[in-house]
């Protein structure tokens, strides 16, 4: 079982930035695919951004590319998503995934952990 809690959601203007985290518990961080995921109100939640295993590898959806970057750091259990040029059409709210794989993570299906979410908000 993997616990994960988010932080660093907030409110910022257009063009701002913030960086989220999400800390997992567990001893077996390194073996879990991570995914950031977000959803607005009356919307599907939808990929934003995942990072293989080891961080070798890295995704993310079209709407946020050359804008969002996924990071992790196994020694710490945590996942970053540093979020620049934000726009008016990322408020949601963030959630980060964990998955019992390493690649394929663009899927919804491929996680079995979920956090709470944490609230973006930009103001335009």
């Known amino acids: 079982q993997v616990q994960l809690v988010e932080s660093g959601g907030g409110l910022v203007q257009a063009g701002g930035s913030l960086r989220l985290s999400c800390a997992a518990s567990g001893r077996t961080f390194s073996s879990y695919g991570m995914g950031w995921f977000r959803q607005a109100p009356g919307k599907e939640r939808e990929f934003v951004a995942a990072i293989s295993c080891g961080g070798g590898s890295r995704n993310y959806a079209d709407s946020v590319k050359g804008r969002f970057t996924i990071s992790r750091d196994n020694a710490k259990n945590t996942v970053y998503l540093q979020m620049n040029s934000l726009k008016p059409e990322d408020t949601a709210v963030h959630y980060c995934?964990?998955?019992?794989?390493?690649?394929?993570?663009?899927?919804?299906?491929?996680?079995?952990?979920w956090g709470q979410g944490t609230q973006v908000t930009v103001s335009s």
């Open positions: 995934a964990a998955a019992h794989r390493c690649y394929g993570l663009e899927i919804f299906g491929s996680y079995d952990y």
